[in-house]
Nanobody, 122 residues
Framework: VQLQAFGGGLVQAGDSLRLSCAAS????????MGWFRQAPGKEREFVAA????????YATDSVKGRFTVSRDNAKKMVYLQMNSLRPEDTAIYYC????????????????WGQGTQVTVSS
């Protein structure tokens, strides 16, 4: 599976942004999909994930109620809708794939896309 994330940009605190991740390969529906981020000087962290069916979603506490992950298996796309953005959300965001959500929650993935920069100004 090859992944390409896009949609980042510079926004102000309180704004919204939607990240997209385009996947290629025949096995897309075999994988749970996730989003990670890495802020300057910090380790990469898990942000959110969605099961391969799309029925179950997961998010780290700091983004719960603000970020929503979704997927369109027919289009092989994954999305991260980010609302009420804060300066501390500034990071490079990566999409990733793994057969198990729990593994991604632990910080690992089978496949990684290139990052897209999100900058939130105060």
């Amino acid at each position: 599976v090859q992944l390409q994330a896009f949609g980042g940009g510079l926004v102000q605190a309180g704004d919204s942004l939607r990240l997209s991740c385009a996947a290629s390969g025949r096995s897309f529906t075999m994988y749970a999909m996730g989003w990670f981020r890495q802020a300057p000087g910090k380790e990469r962290e898990f942000v959110a994930a969605i099961s391969w069916t799309g029925d179950s979603t997961y998010a780290t506490d700091s983004v719960k109620g603000r970020f929503t992950v979704s997927r369109d298996n027919a289009k092989k796309m994954v999305y991260l809708q980010m609302n009420s953005l804060r300066p501390e959300d500034t990071a490079i965001y990566y999409c990733a794939a793994h057969t198990r959500v729990a593994t991604m929650q632990g910080g690992k993935a089978h496949y990684w896309g290139q990052g897209t920069q999100v900058t939130v100004s105060s």
